[in-house]
């Protein structure tokens, strides 16, 4: 996989070059996410899109963007780089690009799985998705264990992902972008 | 059994659980960011029906978008739905998942669930 530019210069050139929906760093919580699913639907429904394509923007935007609500660290109290969020259209399809701080000791746990979800065809993805909802609990922080699964079959297309040096011994920055077509098949 | 009436919110369905007409509904959209807190009073009300012999009830979907966390609930409601149904009490179950039509990630969702319980299960699209 060819390297992503580092996080902040990569939103940076996504400001001036690409035609962005929305750009967000900083604070994530359940009303934040609720204020940007609100504006992003809004403005993609005076767009014109597709309301299929809609749909799945927001089913994978939800995943991405509670994956880093449920997800945010300190490091030793001191506030470490901020996550953020950004949407953007493209000819063919949307880019969704999250990007947030993650300890190192979960580095391997979270490539093993999206390498292991990005090996796996559409029929493959449902078998995996079906046994581990059944297996699944609830975590303390209220996530299933499902979301890469579930952005990679809403998807369709591979989820591509980094991670990059902070200011921090602890943390590395962690970031996912996922990709929705414009033409469902 | 009381009647249970969640309001739905931008993030969490509405709940409307009726023993009078024996009808259980869902609906809207369901991205709480606390899943097991939202639905402790559903699958409370489920076990209160498991309980009491009440008669047919139907259990009607009319749900736009869940995410993940939720997904996992609603397959425990289902489950739960399947043990009321195949019990020894004289309470059966009937499942109606309505969807919008073109949209087949909401289709096939409802299928998978379909495959999982042993309970009449209709998958409508609208």
Redesign the interface.
Known sequence: MAPMETPLKQIHSIMNDENAVLIYSGEFNQEIVKSMLNYTEGKLESSGIDDLVRKKIFNVMVEQLQNITKHQYTDDDKQIVQPCFVLIEQENFYNLVTGNPIHIDTIQMVTDRINQVNSLNADELKDLYKQARLNSRISDVGGAGLGFIDVARKTENKLDFGFYDIDSANYKYFTLKTQINKIIA | MEHLIIVKT??TPEIDFNPGSKEMKISGRS?P????TFYAPVLSWLDELEETPSGEFKFIVNLE?F???S???I?DILMRLEDIHTDDSSNTIEIIWNYDK??T?ME?AAE?YSE?VEVPFSIVGI
């Open positions: 931008d993030d991205l960011e606390d899943v097991t978008y995410n993940t966390a997904s996992k609930l397959l073109r949209d990630d096939e998978e999982l």
